[in-house]
Each structure stands twice: as C-alpha cells, then as structure tokens.
C-alpha cells in the first residue's frame, strides 16, 4: 500500500507558466513533508520542506502547500523555467529516520 | 561545503567479484545512509548508521555489507550480487536520524551486475 502518491507520472508547462506538482498521504503520523528534484543519472537534490503545523512554505519560486486535513500537498514553480524539467519526488517522514517517496512526476517547461 | 560524493560513478562487475562504494559528507552530518533506486521508482532505503553506528537494516540480503569507518565515510560492501541488483545506489546525509532532518543525496553510482 503506497503511503505517499503522486498520481500524475508526467507534467508539461509553458516557460513562465505555473507548475503545480500534487502529492497525497495516507499516514496521519506524516509530520515533515519535503520535495526533491531530479535529473537523469543524479541523486535527488533538495527542494523545500515543510512541517505539519504550517501550511505554507516559500523559498523563491517554489512554495510548497500543505492540506492536512485533505492528506494533499502540493509544489508551486513560477514563474516555470526549461531548466526546471526533471522527476519531482514528494516524500514525507514521521519524526523517524524513513523517508517515504512518492513515484513521482516528471516535469517538462516547453520554452 | 554542502556535497555528498561518491565514488565511483559507474561500476560494473561479475557476480563472483567483491567491489566497494564510497561515500562521503564534510557537512558534520551525524547520519548517513545506503538507498537503491531502480528505473522509473523512488529510493528504497537500505541502511541508516547513526552516530556510526549501523541503525537500520532494512531486511537487505548479506551479499550487500556496510561500514562507516568514521563520522564522514560510508562504504558499501558488494560480494556476489546478481544481476537484479543492477541499480542506482544512493547515498545520503542528514543532520541527525530523527525526523524534520533533510537528507542531501550524492549523484549515485550506477552499479551493472553482468
């Protein structure tokens, strides 16, 4: 049973555009919620996080949003830029070592 | 310094050969770990040391062996593997084990067993 989902294996956006990147949990125990990008024969690079007692966190482009009571987060990019394109991992942790992945979402910003 | 390398970048072996991957961190992490991924799925975690200490094994067979000689370097040991094990292993580092700890990945090794 996958903990974490991303429902969407493939995303394509125009340059300048937004990007919204879904992710949806089952476990209410989920308390740290983080976003990784990924480029082909790469390790997974740190995006952003957030914590369950907030309900949005920004850093630049990318904010990230958290409905808990929908068990939803989700990844804003924008404006979208071609080098954006890459496997965008949702993960999420409860307050343990373990990271659960998502499958995640391959994003392609069309110039 | 905010990487994690590992070296090396691609390796192939045979399935009666003993190989090593390297690791290492120089951000003071007190966390480290071995995750595989294969085509098209997320990370699957392996192993967690903690402290240097091996923490978590995640049910992975004994023909993979880890070791974290110091706080900084983490070796995986590779004795007769089979082709299934061709992946992408991943290493990692974390503050600390406990939760609300981001993990910073290094590029990978991309292992083929023949």
């Known amino acids: 049973d996958q903990q974490v989902k991303q429902n969407s294996p493939s995303l394509s956006v125009q340059e300048g555009r937004i990007s919204i990147l879904n992710c949806d949990y089952t476990?209410?125990?989920?308390?740290?919620f983080l976003w990784y990008k990924k480029y082909p024969a790469e390790g997974p690079t740190f995006l952003i996080s957030?914590?369950?007692?907030?309900d949005k966190n920004e850093d630049g482009r990318f904010t990230v949003f958290l409905n808990k009571s929908a068990k939803h987060l989700s990844l804003h990019i924008v404006p979208s830029q071609p080098g954006d394109s890459a496997v965008y991992f949702c993960a999420a942790s409860d307050s343990s070592y373990k990271l659960i992945f998502g499958s995640g979402t391959r994003l392609l910003v069309r110039p | 310094d905010t990487e994690v390398t590992q070296t090396p970048k691609h390796l192939v072996m045979g399935m009666t050969n003993k190989k090593s991957l390297k690791c290492e961190q120089h951000?003071?992490?007190?966390?480290m770990y071995w995750y595989k991924q294969k085509a098209k799925k997320p990370p699957e975690l392996m192993f967690v040391y903690s402290y240097e200490k091996l923490s978590i094994n995640e049910s992975v067979p004994s023909r993979f062996s880890p070791e974290c000689p110091n706080s900084s370097l983490l070796n995986l040991h590779l004795h007769a593997l089979q082709p299934e094990d061709s992946a992408l292993y991943l290493c990692a580092s974390s503050h600390s084990d406990r939760g609300g700890n981001e993990q910073f990945f290094g590029p990978g090794t991309r292992l083929t067993v023949l």
């Open positions: 951000m003071g992490h007190r966390a």
């Open positions: 957030i914590s369950s007692i907030k």
């Open positions: 476990n209410s125990m989920f308390d740290y």
